[in-house]
């Protein structure tokens, strides 16, 4: 009978054990067990995979020909050290400036659930982080409703996750909590008889590094000298999340209506949600062209007769120039397509260097008006442009 082709570790064993290879006890990592632990942590970086175990199994089966032998297959802990070094090469001083952003950003969310016992774990503690890196904390509470009522209080956008984990050879349910803001935080909640469960780590499979608030503080001064921690939580409470006040004026126009002949579609939300998908597909990372295609008819839930001048006023500020002037001439391109539009005030649009983005957009607001038209909602396109903001570092 022949061999199967590959063979990879079991669950069982031990990731972080010492492996020895060759003679004499060489522990010099072979070249097949690097490849995979390289190729590995891109699945990871590129968020191809989110799990160790399971990025862990596909590049052994993409790099190995034959057998896969337990040795060559790395730890948890050197796949994250490839990943620490992607991202040093990929983000450089960008990283080092989120992760203190990031920290800061724990921070003031582990004060506002300090009754619940919050701990920081995960790559925002460890340094570890990269593009798309979430801020992991863990919170006790006896019943979740406790939890939610206070970000409900917080005015958070979050969603609820429950989650079947195989650990420690059993199979738990666990709750996550996916708060969005400037960037994503995931709460794993620990409650009723896991309320004193001390969690255990896929790096070490020991009980893992975390920090309460306090060992926050000392850990910020430490790797910050002279930060000023409540000057800086000031100042970030003083700025307002535009994206807040994006959610916060396309909201009513659900409730907006227009006239079925030339909007099918029904309210001016589902109309906004089709346009930004349309521009999505032709511009996936012009921030400031997106914005334009969502927001155009916001001012259609303030004053529907100068529904442009008033989308503009409300916007001020949260919004680009280049976004701002693309949503005041939207409406000159239907006079361009119809023909009315006077020659001196098309020459004026056309000498403007964005100017065929104006068209684009004007073109997508028309085809934006299909009943029925299969669209993200708010949340996942406010989600979108978020990763654009904080992954990317555009807009």
């Given at each position: ?254 409730d907006v209506h227009e006239n079925r002949r030339y909007h099918p579609e029904s309210d001016a939300l589902y ?37 442009v001048p008033a989308g503009l006023e409300a916007l001020d500020g949260f919004i680009s120039e280049r976004t ?72």
């Open positions: 009978m022949s061999q199967p082709k590959h063979r990879y570790q079991s669950h069982a064993e031990k990731p972080d054990s010492p492996r020895r290879e060759g003679a004499g006890g060489n522990r010099t990592l072979s070249k097949l067990r690097r490849h995979i632990a390289w190729d590995a942590a891109r699945l990871m970086y590129e968020r191809s995979e989110t799990e160790y175990y399971r990025a862990k199994m596909k590049a052994a089966r993409r790099v190995a020909i034959g057998w896969v032998k337990p040795v060559d297959l790395p730890s948890n802990a050197e796949i994250r050290d490839q990943i620490e070094l992607l991202a040093r090469v990929h983000e450089r001083d960008q990283r080092d400036v989120d992760l203190r952003q990031m920290r800061l950003d724990a921070l003031q969310m582990m004060r506002t659930l300090r009754r619940y016992r919050p701990r920081l774990v995960g790559s925002v503690l460890t340094g570890h982080v990269r593009q798309g890196s979430d801020i992991d904390l863990h919170v006790f509470a006896e019943r979740m409703e406790g939890v939610t009522g206070l970000l409900d209080a917080e005015g958070m956008i979050y969603d609820l996750q429950r989650k079947q984990v195989l650990k420690e050879g059993q199979y738990r349910v666990y709750t996550h909590i996916h708060v969005r803001d400037r960037y994503l935080f995931e709460l794993t909640l620990y409650t009723g008889d896991r309320l004193h469960q001390v969690p255990t780590s896929s790096i070490t499979g020991k009980g893992m590094e975390r920090a309460s608030i306090a060992e926050l503080e000392q850990l910020l001064e430490a790797a910050y000298p002279g930060i000023d921690i409540e000057a800086e939580l000031a100042a970030d409470d003083a700025k307002i999340d535009r994206f807040r006040v994006y959610q916060s004026l396309l909201l009513p126009l659900e109309h906004s949600l089709q346009v930004f998908a349309l521009a999505r597909e032709a511009a996936p990372y012009d921030e400031d062209f997106l914005l334009a295609a969502l927001l155009h008819d916001v001012g259609k839930a303030i004053d529907r007769a100068h529904h701002a002037w693309l949503i005041r001439h939207h409406m000159l391109v239907h006079a361009i397509i119809d023909g009315t539009l006077g020659t001196r005030a098309h020459r004026r649009l056309r000498q403007s260097e964005d100017y065929q983005c104006l068209l684009l957009l004007g073109a997508c607001d028309r085809k934006g008006r299909v009943a029925g038209a299969d669209v993200p909602d708010l949340d996942e396109t406010l989600d979108y442009l978020r990763d654009l903001h904080t992954q990317f570092g555009i807009g």
